[in-house]
């Protein structure tokens, strides 16, 4: 279906609806009920309902990134498209998602654990949030790094090489 958005534009708009609606009619109410803006009791409630019906959200948000990336996908199938430096970067991240994830789950740890550098204790969501960007970007930096430099992620050429061995990369 993603390969081919012209022919599936009419189920993936569809997709993008019911996600919109579970988002306005649970999401929304259930935030609202959680934060005291609708009454208390409501929380249980729209968090079953959630349970039953927040799964649908996943492929309305994969179908409204596809048709809101449709016109660059077509620049990039005409060979028009020079991606610019910050989405080659997250290219980059995106391919080496493995070594991403791993880096950034050591960096969390060191920066973040009381028995290590203790970063962001007690502070506020903008201290912990900053935190996080600072993790991402140092990631994504890496990433880029590697990419021009033709690397491949470690734990991606590790995983290949176990799976495939020498002759599989």
Do not use: K
């Amino acid at each position: 279906m993603l390969a081919d958005l012209d022919a599936h534009a009419t189920l993936l708009r569809r997709w993008v609806a019911v996600t919109v609606a579970v988002i306005l009619l649970v999401g929304l109410p259930w935030g609202l009920a959680a934060v005291g803006v609708l009454p208390g009791n409501l929380e249980a409630f729209f968090s079953v309902v959630n349970g039953g019906v927040g799964m649908l959200t996943g492929p309305g948000i994969l179908a409204a990134i596809a048709l809101a990336c449709r016109g660059i996908q077509e620049r990039i199938d005409a060979g028009s498209y020079r991606p610019s430096v910050p989405v080659r970067a997250v290219t980059a991240l995106g391919r080496r998602s493995m070594s991403g994830y791993i880096m950034q789950s050591f960096l969390f740890l060191v920066l973040t654990q009381p028995f290590t550098l203790g970063w962001g204790i007690g502070s506020g969501v903008l201290t912990q949030m900053g935190i996080a960007f600072l993790v991402w970007l140092i990631t994504l930096v890496l990433a880029y790094v590697g990419d021009l430099a033709g690397w491949p992620g470690p734990f991606e050429w590790l995983h290949r090489r176990l799976a495939y061995g020498r002759g599989g990369l």
